[in-house]
């Protein structure tokens, strides 16, 4: 791949998102031109931003890689992530805009009316926050990995430091605008490659991956195993090999390896011939991978077909209820999310700009999986690597090779790019904010910066430590956070009346905090294997509805701490601003 | 890295802080110690304490006598009087009880609490409870007292009589009413603000309407169609200006005004003021005290104007920071004297300056806090900025009617 258009496109990317930040599109107009005032942001670019903010390196290289790797059981990723704001806009979105609220911590405060449970509220934006940007950094990493050779770590410092440089600086002023630019770039960078992709693909006959059978090498492949794999033979396959396999040392030996389990040590090389069957990676035994967390690949009998979701230890449909139940009702608790709601006018504005982004988020989904299914037929060989979620980005070199190759390539790391920026920007100013206003000792310009400095230190410091989890996999134990969380504060907060502010601090420590711990746990390869591993690493099921019941019962038992603004304040949160005359309708009126 | 070395770490850390953590509050202890002459007499400590204590019931009793706020500070009155229990009325109902009995007692304190609130005098008198294992024999009602009155009574449960439990009863009783008047002083506080709000409404119009219908009347007959939007202008604009309820409003609704005001001055001074607006959408929702811009507007025209042949410029910027929104209106007029200025703001209105900065100044400070008053850059002749940082979210502040 040529490195120099790959690096200009990253560079244009990010100068592109620095300069829209800093020199913003800013309204600017004399007397003669009227009514600036009720130019608020239009529900359809809100949405755009909404979605450029939202769509992340999970969604950019993520869902494709486990595609890959998985089969379309990973199809339930793109489904939760969009189904979320379903979610959210029949349950969340236009309440919490008349609340008035600018963060969750915000809306924490003026439902239950206590600093305890805004503080508590904002310790989880944090921790959301950071889980959040954890994959993002990671990603990036990855993806400037493997397209110049840096060490993994460069490309999550650049993105830290162009994200910290721009917030802390306060370029971020008309994000609006630099988020719906990113949006648009986003789908645009995968949009025109699939099309060349596509018709390729076609062009070569249009071969389909057998998806249960194992995949077939295409041409003369050479894999480096990064990480300590065992993988599965059904045939004597012959393969050239420079390093350990089965505790033998080989040196560009060819060796033909008898059917059965085989134990291949990170850093080897393994040369197929073309036509080869790629051996299948093979999870459990004696000897587990302990740091590799829970995205390993299912186990080897299970076909690539098979419309269940991982989890080693074989328990798919749990794990597939997991994830459906952290997706769904995890969108609504995500910090950058929240805020961007703020923007809309007034809460019918916030309806309509959720049912855009549900249609923009869609629309968008449709095209990783397209990487995925392609990627199991040219690059099949990315499953035994351990970096899947490379797949979107060596495809058009693989596929279409040349100049051509290239530019698609060098647009695909762009729009990789404005998903680890866009994301970690809107992530690092929620969490900044937080930090400054509820956790640093007190305010001012110089502690915000301070923030900014730590909501994206800490994330960067942890991931060169963590685990390597696939991206989309790392998002998702955030959204489970989220779901455990935020979503029963924010449902019982709106919809339940009876709510009380300590029932709020239970199910908080006990439904979030819970599922914080054991995503820790996992993330830091402390859960022990089997069911305890599944229960761990898939937390929504069981830490969901836990939060929801302590939540209830226990403002149940405290009837006497119902916030006498109750109310007061439900009737606002669910009438139409025109009723309770927050909107000065006719003197508007008059004009037209 | 692996997560085992992950996790070692991790556990190192934990084990770490644990250390400095049972290190410090060794050392401090043994401070503690060490500085324990320093720390006065047992009956200065004591009074430390009691001090102490009563500096814990104060905030909730500040906020008035509710429920809520009775149930706040009952506890730590009780332990301020060291009694059995304690039990807040006002003149209706029973608010809060601290301590045991609340069984069988609740329902008798409004009967026996009668006379106090009636009178205004303490008085002890016997509960006459059957139950022979419940310590609450004697009960001391003293009353509190606000600017109007008796607001309500402080019931102390004792298991005997005792002269010195009715001495501090009613101590604690008169402290309490203290803090109770202080709440009533921060109750008259906002209605002076709302009743200045009121007086800015009032200050605005009779020279800006004068002026207004001058410069509207000269276009009559030489425009007619931009004399029509002038009057619509100027109907949209006192429309607003006098709305009736609402303490807040939202920047979009002043910022339309201001327009409106800014078309109608425009108007009089025709090609020497050139306004500039400069607005980020984002922040157009975030809600502020109603009417706080309009005034720094008209302060940034009028000294724009003052004295001076040329044209001057007036820009409008608002701009988002995160969770503020940030507003500045500059003007490259006369400028001010800033040892004036501060006059102004201190409230002192020397050579007739308006009071329009100064109740800008003092209302966003009374909604948001000290550290959001108004920031002001000038000099002599080099023109002002004004800057307004605006919270989007504070507890209490939204738009909706009262």
């Not at chain 1, 919490?96 to 439902?111: H, M, P, Q, V």
């Not at chain 2, 997560?3 to 509050?25: D, E, N």
Request: aromatic share 6%.
């Amino acid at each position: 791949m040529n490195q120099t258009y790959a690096v200009g496109a990253v560079t244009a990317v990010v100068l592109a998102t620095v300069l829209i930040g800093a020199l913003g599109l800013r309204i600017s107009r004399t007397t003669s031109d009227f009514y600036v005032a009720s130019r608020t942001v239009r529900p359809g670019l809100n949405a755009a931003a909404i979605s450029g903010e939202y769509l992340s390196a999970a969604s950019f290289l993520g869902i494709a890689g486990l595609v890959l790797v998985q089969g379309p059981a990973m199809l339930w990723y793109p489904v939760g992530y969009t189904a979320g704001y379903l979610v959210l806009l029949v349950l969340v979105a236009a309440p919490l805009r008349r609340s008035g609220a600018y963060t969750l911590s915000d809306f924490a405060e003026a439902r239950l009316e206590s600093p305890q449970v805004r503080r508590l509220a904002s310790l989880f934006v944090v921790g959301i926050g950071w889980l959040y940007l954890l994959p993002q950094l990671q990603g990036a990493g990855l993806t400037l990995e493997i397209l110049t050779g840096a060490p993994d770590w460069v490309g999550g410092l650049l993105v830290a430091v162009v994200v910290t440089g721009t917030v802390a600086a306060g370029g971020m002023r008309s994000i609006t605008f630099v988020q719906a630019f990113q949006y648009w770039l986003k789908l645009t960078a995968l949009l025109v490659p699939v099309l060349f992709l596509l018709a390729a693909w076609y062009g070569d006959g249009a071969p389909r991956a057998r998806f249960d059978d194992p995949a077939v090498l295409r041409g003369h492949t050479v894999v480096k195993v990064a990480d300590t794999v065992r993988i599965g033979l059904d045939a004597p396959l012959t393969v050239t090999v420079t390093g350990s396999v089965d505790s033998v040392t080989y040196e560009k030996r060819t060796v033909t390896l008898a059917p059965g389990t085989h134990h291949v040590l990170g850093g080897t090389t393994l040369a197929f011939a073309p036509g080869a069957a790629l051996p299948e990676r093979v999870a459990g035994g004696t000897d587990p991978p302990p740091a590799s967390g829970r995205g390993d690949p299912p186990l080897a009998p299970l076909g690539w077909s098979q419309p269940l979701a991982g989890g080693r230890d074989g328990h798919q449909l749990y794990a597939t209820y997991g994830l459906i139940l952290a997706t769904f009702l995890g969108t609504m608790g995500l910090p950058h999310v929240a805020v961007r709601f703020y923007t809309s006018p007034h809460g019918r504005a916030a309806r309509r700009t959720t049912l855009v982004v549900l249609g923009l988020v869609g629309a968008f989904y449709l095209l990783p999986p397209l990487y995925g299914a392609l990627g199991r037929i040219y690059a099949p060989e990315l499953a035994l690597t351990g970096s899947a979620d490379a797949a979107v980005l060596v495809l058009p070199d693989r596929i279409l090779g040349g100049l051509l190759g290239d530019l698609l390539g060098a647009l695909l790391a762009g729009g990789a790019f404005a998903a680890f920026l866009s994301t970690a920007s809107g992530l690092t100013m929620s969490v900044a904010g937080v930090l400054t206003q509820d956790v640093l000792p007190s305010r001012g310009v110089r502690h915000f910066r301070l923030a900014t400095l730590l909501a994206t230190a800490v994330p960067l410091v942890v991931g060169v430590f963590a685990s390597k989890v696939p991206v989309a996999d790392a998002v998702g134990l955030a959204f489970a956070v989220s779901a455990s969380s935020f979503c029963p504060l924010l449902v019982l907060g709106i919809w339940w009346r009876r709510l009380t502010p300590p029932g709020a601090t239970a199910g908080l420590l006990l439904g979030g905090g819970s599922a914080l711990a054991a995503v820790m746990a996992t993330r830091a390869g402390l859960a022990p294997e089997g069911w305890p591993h599944t229960l761990m690493a898939w937390p929504a099921v069981w830490s969901v509805p836990l939060g929801f019941l302590t939540m209830v019962m226990v403002s149940l038992a405290t009837p006497r701490r119902v916030p006498p603004g109750t109310p007061a304040l439900l009737a606002r949160l669910h009438l139409p601003e025109e009723i309770t005359g927050t909107v000065p309708g006719p003197a508007q009126e008059v004009r037209r | 890295m692996s997560g085992i070395a992950l996790a070692a770490a991790a556990a190192a850390g934990a084990v770490l802080l644990t250390a400095g953590f049972v290190l410090g509050r060794f050392t401090a202890r043994r401070g503690g110690h060490a500085a324990d002459p320093d720390l006065g007499t047992p009956v200065e400590r004591a009074t430390f304490h009691t001090l102490h204590t009563a500096s814990l019931a104060a905030p909730p009793l500040r906020a008035g006598l509710t429920e809520e706020t009775a149930r706040r500070a009952a506890g730590t009155l009780r332990s301020l009087l060291g009694t059995e229990a304690l039990c807040l009325i006002d003149r209706g109902a029973v608010l809060a009880w601290d301590g045991p009995g609340e069984d069988h007692h609740r329902a008798h304190v409004p009967a026996q609490a009668a006379e106090t609130l009636e009178t205004g005098r303490s008085r002890s008198v016997h509960t006459d409870c059957a139950e022979p294992a419940c310590p609450l024999r004697w009960a001391v009602i003293a009353p509190l007292t606000g600017e109007d009155g008796v607001l309500g009574a402080l019931v102390a449960y004792g298991s005997r009589e005792s002269a010195v439990l009715v001495r501090a009863a009613t101590e604690v009783a008169r402290w309490a009413s203290v803090q109770l008047e202080l709440a009533e002083l921060d109750r008259s506080r906002t209605r002076i603000v709302e009743a200045e709000i009121r007086a800015l409404r009032a200050q605005i119009s009779p020279h800006f309407i004068f002026n207004s219908l001058a410069a509207i009347a000269s276009f009559v007959r030489t425009d007619p169609e931009q004399a029509r939007e002038l009057l619509l202008e100027f109907a949209d604009f006192t429309r607003y200006s006098f709305r009736k309820h609402g303490e807040f409003a939202q920047l979009a609704d002043e910022l339309r005004s201001i327009e409106q005001y800014l078309a109608l001055a425009g108007a009089r001074f025709g090609d020497r003021l050139k306004v500039t607006l400069q607005i980020a959408p984002e922040v157009l929702p975030v809600t502020l005290p109603f009417l706080c811009l309009q005034p720094l507007v008209e302060n940034a025209v009028k000294h724009g104007l003052e004295d001076r042949e040329r044209g001057c410029r007036v820009t409008i910027a608002a701009r988002d920071a995160g969770a503020e929104a940030v507003v500045t209106v500059e003007d490259d007029g006369i400028g001010m004297d800033p040892e004036l200025l501060r006059a102004v703001l201190r409230g002192e209105h020397p050579a007739g300056s308006g009071i329009g900065l100064s109740n800008v100044d003092e209302r966003l400070r009374q909604v948001y806090g000290a550290e959001y008053g108004l920031v002001i850059e000038t000099g002599v002749g080099a023109g002002m900025k004004v800057t307004v940082r605006i919270p989007k979210y504070r507890p209490g502040v939204h738009r909706s009617s009262p």
